[in-house]
Structure formats: structure tokens, C-alpha cells
């Protein structure tokens, strides 16, 4: 609560030095490992004593946490406006957001996707990806979320690692070229799990009709 005003509102002067500190560690991150970038190199650049840090973060770690966070509620504020069932069948509008903001920004990303050792980044994707696909398709099919959570675990791993692995290339192909693939490979997956179930309860239904 020490970031709030009485009003509920995010503190101007809280809001802007953690802008500032966040935006100096990316800058950092883009120069050396992240194990090796330091609470005073942050809190020097950022024009701010320790103490101000401390405020407002426990540790380096924290800020990479906080980042990772606000990467993933961007995806899934992202997805949210699109209508996954509608699009399922052409996936790279979806995907292109993805790679928007990844070219923003493409060394970033791939230090942050190189520290894996301190970087959750993936995981909490996949993790945001994986509660959000369960949701809609358990709409569309009578399927226990138990097993379900499975089959997209499969989609959603394997998405991220193409990703993972361009990060990790020489990146000879495209950003766009590899949302394609991922696109295509990830919603085949999906669509294929759905359209199986809805075959076998429309066989189901027939069976009992006649």
C-alpha cells in the first residue's frame, strides 16, 4: 500500500522510478548476464539512491520478476481481444501480436530468454497460455480439464520452444516466418483435439438415434 495514494490510484513519482529502474535493467541485461548486473549499477543509472530502490523492490531478482509479469499480462490482455474459436483456423493474426512485440524489442527478449537459470518468462507464458486455451475449449468440448490440461501442456511447450530455439539460432528466417510455423503447428494441435471430440460425440448421438 505504500505506492498508493488515498485515492486508489498508483503514485506519479512511484509509477515513474520504477519505470526508470526497470528501464535501466533491460538496458543492462542487453550488456551482461543478469546474475552479474548489480543493485547499484541499477540504482546509479536510474538516478536513484539504494534506499529508493529498496522501496520499491526486495531485490534484483524482483524487478525481473515484475517485467516477466508485465510481458505476460500484455499477451494475455492480447489474446483476451481476440476470438480464439473464430480465429482457430487462422492463427496468425494472433501470432503476429506476438511478433510486434517481441520486434520491439528483439535483444531483450533474447537475454531474457537465454536466462534461464534466473528468467520464469516462458513458464509463466506457457503457464497463462495453457489456463487460457483450457478455459475456451472447455466451452466447446465435454472433456475433463485433468486430461485436457495435458494435450495443451504438448501445444503449449512446444510453441514456446520454437520460439526458444530461433532465440538461440543464428535467426537466419524471419520473426514472421517462425510465428507462421508456431502458429500453424500450435492450432493444428488445438483444432485437431477439438474436432476429434466433437467426431466422436456426433458418432456417439447417431449411434443412439438410430
Same mark, same amino acid.
Given at each position: 500500500?505504500?505506492?498508493?495514494?488515498?485515492?486508489?490510484?498508483?503514485?506519479?513519482?512511484?509509477?515513474?522510478?520504477?519505470?526508470?529502474?526497470?528501464?535501466? &535493467?533491460?538496458?543492462?541485461?542487453?550488456?551482461?548476464?543478469?546474475?552479474e548486473i548489480t543493485i547499484k549499477e541499477i540504482?546509479?543509472?536510474?538516478?536513484?539512491?539504494?534506499?529508493?530502490?529498496?522501496?520499491?523492490?526486495?531485490?534484483?531478482?524482483?524487478?525481473?520478476?515484475?517485467?516477466?509479469?508485465?510481458? +505476460? $499480462?500484455?499477451?494475455?490482455?492480447?489474446?483476451?481481444?481476440?476470438?480464439?474459436?473464430?480465429?482457430?483456423?487462422?492463427?496468425?493474426?494472433? &501470432?503476429?501480436?506476438? +511478433?510486434?512485440?517481441?520486434?520491439?524489442?528483439?535483444?531483450?527478449?533474447?537475454?531474457?530468454?537465454?536466462?534461464?537459470?534466473?528468467?520464469?518468462?516462458?513458464?509463466?507464458?506457457?503457464?497463462?497460455?495453457?489456463?487460457?486455451?483450457?478455459?475456451?475449449?472447455?466451452?466447446?468440448?465435454n472433456m475433463k480439464k485433468e486430461v485436457l490440461?495435458?494435450?495443451?501442456?504438448?501445444?503449449?511447450?512446444?510453441?514456446?520452444?520454437?520460439?526458444? $530455439?530461433?532465440?538461440?539460432?543464428?535467426?537466419?528466417?524471419?520473426?514472421?516466418?517462425?510465428?507462421?510455423?508456431?502458429?500453424?503447428?500450435?492450432?493444428?494441435?488445438?483444432?485437431?483435439?477439438?474436432?476429434?471430440?466433437?467426431q466422436i460425440f456426433q458418432k456417439h448421438i447417431?449411434?443412439?438415434? +438410430?
Amino acid at each position: 500500500m505504500d505506492n498508493l495514494q488515498l485515492s486508489g490510484k498508483p503514485d506519479r513519482r512511484c509509477v515513474k522510478t520504477k519505470k526508470a529502474i526497470k528501464k535501466v &535493467f533491460i538496458k543492462l541485461m542487453s550488456e551482461k548476464n543478469i546474475r552479474e548486473i548489480t543493485i547499484k549499477e541499477i540504482a546509479d543509472a536510474a538516478d536513484i539512491n539504494r534506499k529508493t530502490f529498496y522501496t520499491h523492490y526486495a531485490d534484483v531478482n524482483a524487478v525481473l520478476d515484475e517485467i516477466e509479469n508485465d510481458i +505476460t $499480462e500484455e499477451l494475455d490482455k492480447i489474446l483476451a481481444s481476440y476470438d480464439i474459436m473464430k480465429n482457430r483456423y487462422n492463427p496468425y493474426l494472433i &501470432f503476429k501480436e506476438l +511478433t510486434n512485440i517481441i520486434n520491439a524489442d528483439v535483444d531483450f527478449y533474447k537475454h531474457l530468454v537465454q536466462s534461464t537459470s534466473n528468467s520464469k518468462l516462458l513458464e509463466k507464458i506457457k503457464q497463462m497460455l495453457k489456463n487460457k486455451i483450457i478455459d475456451i475449449i472447455q466451452n466447446e468440448i465435454n472433456m475433463k480439464k485433468e486430461v485436457l490440461s495435458y494435450a495443451i501442456e504438448f501445444v503449449a511447450s512446444g510453441t514456446l520452444s520454437i520460439y526458444e $530455439e530461433w532465440f538461440n539460432s543464428e535467426r537466419e528466417i524471419s520473426l514472421e516466418e517462425v510465428s507462421e510455423i508456431a502458429g500453424v503447428l500450435a492450432f493444428d494441435g488445438i483444432n485437431s483435439i477439438i474436432d476429434r471430440k466433437k467426431q466422436i460425440f456426433q458418432k456417439h448421438i447417431w449411434e443412439e438415434v +438410430t
